[in-house]
């Protein structure tokens, strides 16, 4: 009978076989019996961050981490997610070595900050069950947002060019406002971005010229972004000449 609770190691020994006839020499018989180790679950990596994402906007690609055998044996494994925003690919399988991809679908989640788990599931590895941590934080989009006095530019016809004026456009939402697009065509106007960061964007307005017949003009620069809530933010500029 054999003692299936040994640990892992190579026994050996020897059988003793011993004649009553005195005259019949006795016998060692060696014998050994290798034990071998069952499965154990290694996983390369325990965290995995897809970091900050933009609420209804694309899901990020997906990212992977190995499963292997660290023991002895054929590893056999199944794997299940925290939350159906989670999804692995394979799910199951009978392999020493496996590299997993992790899909994350963000459409239709809050804001908020999620803290997951895929189950690494093992019916013969010692270890089982082992984890992955998922994380990953939904962020409102951008918004643009002006901050503009409004006043008219004034000037006398043929007169002195008026003082030039800023404006301040920022992102008072979430994420980055980094496709940012600009349009104005007036004719008497000059705008220069002169500070631009992916958040912030300051401009200066300037009137090129005075030689216009009295009257009061109106037009129109129009900030646009696909990435933002509001896609585009029209903000009126005056100019009277007296």
Do not use: H
Request: net charge negative; charged share 20%; aromatic share 8%.
């Amino acid at each position: 009978m054999i003692n299936t609770d040994l640990e892992p190691d190579l026994y050996t020994g020897s059988i003793a076989i011993n004649f009553a006839d005195p005259d019949i020499p006795g016998k060692n018989i060696p014998v050994s019996y290798d034990v071998k180790s069952g499965p154990c679950l290694v996983i390369s990596r325990d965290t995995i961050n897809f970091g900050k994402l933009v609420k209804d906007g694309p899901s990020p690609q997906s990212k992977a981490f190995n499963i292997s055998n660290g023991c002895g044996g054929i590893l056999n494994w199944k794997l299940f997610c925290t939350d159906p925003c989670l999804s692995v690919t394979p799910e199951e399988g009978l392999s020493n070595n496996q590299d997993i991809a992790v899909n994350l679908d963000i459409a239709g989640l809050d804001v908020g900050e999620y803290d997951e788990r895929v189950i690494i599931n093992s019916a013969n590895a010692s270890n089982s069950p082992d984890s992955v941590i998922v994380i990953f934080e939904i962020i409102d989009p951008p918004i643009i947002c002006v901050d503009y006095d409004q006043e008219c530019f004034v000037a006398d016809s043929g007169g002195i060019i008026p003082e030039s004026k800023q404006v301040y456009v920022f992102n008072c939402g979430g994420g980055e406002l980094d496709d940012l697009a600009i349009e104005q065509n007036i004719g008497w106007l000059d705008c220069t971005v002169i500070s631009l960061t992916v958040n912030e964007y300051y401009l200066e307005l300037t009137v090129n010229t005075t030689i216009l017949p009295k009257g009061k003009y109106t037009g129109s620069i129009i900030f646009r972004s696909e990435k933002s809530t509001n896609k585009e933010v029209p903000v009126e500029i005056c100019y009277e000449i007296k």
